[in-house]
């Protein structure tokens, strides 16, 4: 069975850290493209960043850049994202998603493809002082 299952989230002060897994179960992530999604209250769902199965390609959204950085371990079959400066405008629930792809590079606005992956349950972050 194809599972994704997002953890690592929580509350953190304005300018702290966390870093967010993704387990992906059931496929292995070397044939796999990755992408983290969040949704603020009120907001529609946004992609955060993805990482290409091959080549390991990103995509970073604007709001993001410089601050957040995703990364994999194929040996645990595992996706992160690291998230440093993060801010109050950063609180929203973060999904994982997964999808078999032989493209060497990502887009995190392809919202058909990401429509036919394998979604996680999602992981809130509230950054609050």
């Known amino acids: 069975q194809l599972q994704v299952v997002e953890s690592g989230g929580g509350l953190v002060q304005p300018g702290g850290s966390l870093r967010l897994s993704c387990a992906a179960s059931?496929?292995?992530?070397?044939?796999?493209?990755m992408a983290w999604f969040r949704q603020a209250p009120g907001k529609e769902r946004e992609g955060v960043s993805c990482l290409s199965a091959i080549g390991g390609g990103t995509t970073y959204a604007d709001s993001v850049k410089g601050r957040f950085t995703i990364s994999r371990d194929n040996a645990k079959n595992t996706v992160y994202l690291k998230m440093n400066s993060l801010k109050p405008e950063d609180t929203a629930v973060y999904y994982c998603?997964?999808?078999?792809?032989?493209?060497?590079?990502?887009?995190?606005?392809?919202?058909?493809?990401w429509g036919q992956g394998y979604w996680g349950q999602r992981t809130q972050v509230t950054v609050s002082s």
């Open positions: 059931g496929f292995t992530l070397n044939v796999i493209t």
């Open positions: 998603a997964a999808r078999a792809s032989t493209r060497r590079s990502c887009s995190i606005y392809e919202h058909e493809f």
